[in-house]
């Protein structure tokens, strides 16, 4: 059977990676989440303390970089892996949801990531979820989903989120994390988080997981 691409865009926490996760297993898919190479990236820079104004650095530190995706059968999702170190837990933390859209502004990341990005999906066969998928990653998707809800109901799942790993985050450091993050990467001069023109726009906040998957796999069943 035909192998298509599928990108689904959108702001922080409106369900896009649970979304992307069933969609791929449902369609025996590759499941692709960008922003947990724009996250692995983050905590190598703090952890090398690399200045975010110095691409001398940058580009050094990138080619240090090693991120893979391996699948954990006891977790059943695929995991992160920074220079071989299992980073799944620690990337989804509060300093580094802090520090992400800073770092995905700088052309050199965006460029090294979008490359990797297109070599992972060049088989297609993949859901990929981020900011930039439908625009300058897969231009030519054959399906692209912009994701959106409003920003309290974004801030009440990923605080859920949090808590299910059992970190407690007060819910006003959430929404204004998640709006710094929204204006960042909306603003940016390379690849800004935008809705791509052929995207179909799915506002999940009143909708059910069940739902948004199938809203995208209806897009997904009619392109095969
Ligand atoms: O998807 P997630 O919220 O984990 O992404 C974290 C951050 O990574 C985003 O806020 C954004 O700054 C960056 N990102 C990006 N381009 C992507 C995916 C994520 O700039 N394709």
Known sequence: MKKIVIALDGYSSCGKSTTAKLVAAELGYAYIDTGAMYRAVTLHFLNHHISLTNPRE?????????????????????????????????IRKMYISDMVSEVSVIPEVRRAMVAQQQKMGRKRGVVMDGRDIGTAVFPDAEVKIFMTADVDTRTRRRQDELLAKKQLVNFDEIRENLLKRDHIDSTRAESPLRQAEDAHLLDTSHMTIDEQVEFVIEHATAQL
């Open 58 to 90: 940058i580009k050094e530190a990138l080619h240090e970089i090693e991120i893979e995706f391996h699948y954990n059968p006891k977790t059943k999702r695929n995991e992160v892996y920074l220079n071989g170190l299992n980073v799944e837990d620690e």
